[in-house]
């Protein structure tokens, strides 16, 4: 079994800088895909930043420039930079993840984290 431990988020002003942190743990074999996600009440889950196995990246439109998605090969983690926060961030984050193991991919969510950008 694979477990996803985020750390990170809480609250800042505009303008200010987080970072977000993702770990993998358990039967790993390769992960195909990490990053976040993010959900405001009302609204579908929307991608923030993903890395593609072995190193592409995607960013969702509203966060290109100021968010950077990097990965912890030794540690099976990704960090997400967040500079430049604006109040529409604020939302619960979570770290996403599709891991191959024994043959098969799943697909792994973490618990979330609130992420709240306000003066």
């Known amino acids: 079994q694979v477990q996803l431990v985020e750390s990170g988020g809480g609250l800042v002003q505009p303008g200010g800088s987080l970072r977000l942190s993702c770990a993998a743990s358990g039967s790993i074999f390769r992960i195909n895909v990490m990053g976040w996600y993010r959900q405001v009440p009302g609204k579908q889950r929307e991608l923030v930043a993903r890395i593609i196995y072995p190193g592409r990246t995607n960013y969702g439109d509203s966060v290109k420039g100021r968010f950077t998605i990097s990965r912890d090969n030794s540690e099976n983690a990704v960090n997400l930079q967040m500079n430049s926060l604006k109040p529409e961030d604020t939302a619960v984050y979570y770290c996403?993840?599709?891991?191959?193991?024994?043959?098969?991919?799943?697909?792994?969510w973490g618990q979330g984290t609130q992420v709240t950008v306000s003066s």
């Open positions: 996403h993840a599709l891991i191959l193991s024994g043959g098969d991919e799943s697909q792994y």
